[in-house]
């Protein structure tokens, strides 16, 4: 197991079993709020896993028992004061789903608990997503005046227009783990972490000795079209950038802050 460290600020693991199954754990204490230099972390630790050659097969889950993922490190939103800083923020996200995306492996997602934000996109761009009942999601970016540009690409594939227009109009409501299922988010809710850990582990053992170019030219078919979102995710990061400099933004942060 090698593991990736930031002091007091969470960590990335990988644990790579004899069969090829590579589980990457994201870890904050903040409820998997994840600042920028995990979600770096976490980009790079799957893109080296999709191109090991003893990689078959890849889960990405976050640690804890609660909330999956929620978003993005507030603490650092409201910190950014110049378009640069906020385009690298929202950049961060970018490069998890890019990341995923490009990975030429599989990518068996663990959604255990609520998702919010940069969360959805993460749980949207994996290729296959088991959750609990208790996996809520929220996509809150226009109550603190901003919108979900950077992960809306993602969603918008995984759920289709209407479905990701209702999570980013209805901001500050939560949609049934049930209702992501409905819309195809999740392949399947379980009431308990074990029944959903024994879900993933058989499919991954059955993936883990499929034909590994089917699976990577599967991949490839799945995304087809996406080719053009490194540009589309960066200039969606600087959409988002330059609109969190606004007052109206620093206002909704500042009142958000206070609840």
């Known amino acids: 197991m090698s593991q990736h460290n930031v002091i007091n600020q969470g960590n990335v693991t990988i644990n790579r079993d004899k069969n090829g199954i590579s589980t990457i754990t994201f870890y904050h204490p903040l409820s998997n709020s994840l600042p920028g230099k995990i979600l770096q972390q976490l980009a790079t630790t799957i893109t080296d896993e999709g191109q090991n050659p003893e990689t078959k097969i890849i ?28 385009k690298k923020f929202f950049s961060g996200f970018a490069n998890v789903i890019n990341a995923a995306r490009k990975c030429p492996k599989l990518i068996i997602g ?95 053992q059955k993936l883990s000795s499929s034909n590994p170019e089917a699976m990577r030219l599967l991949k490839q078919i799945f995304w087809e079209g ?3 979102w490194d540009t589309l995710l960066a200039e969606r990061a ?10 109206f933004s620093k206002n909704a942060i500042n009142a958000f802050k206070k609840k």
Request: proline share 1%.
């Open 238 to 247: 600087e959409m988002s950038g330059k609109l969190v400099l606004s007052d």
């Open 59 to 86: 889960i990405l889950k976050s640690a804890g028992g609660r909330a999956f993922c929620a978003g993005a490190s507030f603490d650092e939103l409201i910190s950014i004061n110049d378009i640069e800083t906020g």
């Open 226 to 228: 996406t080719k053009n």
């Open 110 to 204: 663990r959604v255990q608990g609520k998702a919010v934000g940069g969360g959805v996109g993460m749980a949207s761009a994996v290729d296959y997503c088991f959750a609990t009942k208790h996996a809520a999601v929220k996509l809150s970016e226009l109550a603190v005046g901003i919108g979900p540009f950077v992960v809306g690409p993602a969603v918008e594939r995984k759920i289709g227009t209407s479905a990701m227009s209702q999570l980013a109009i209805n901001a500050t409501k939560w949609y049934s783990a049930e209702w992501a299922r409905e819309k195809g988010l999740y392949a399947d809710v379980f009431d308990t972490i074990e029944e959903m850990d024994d879900a993933i582990d058989s499919l991954a």
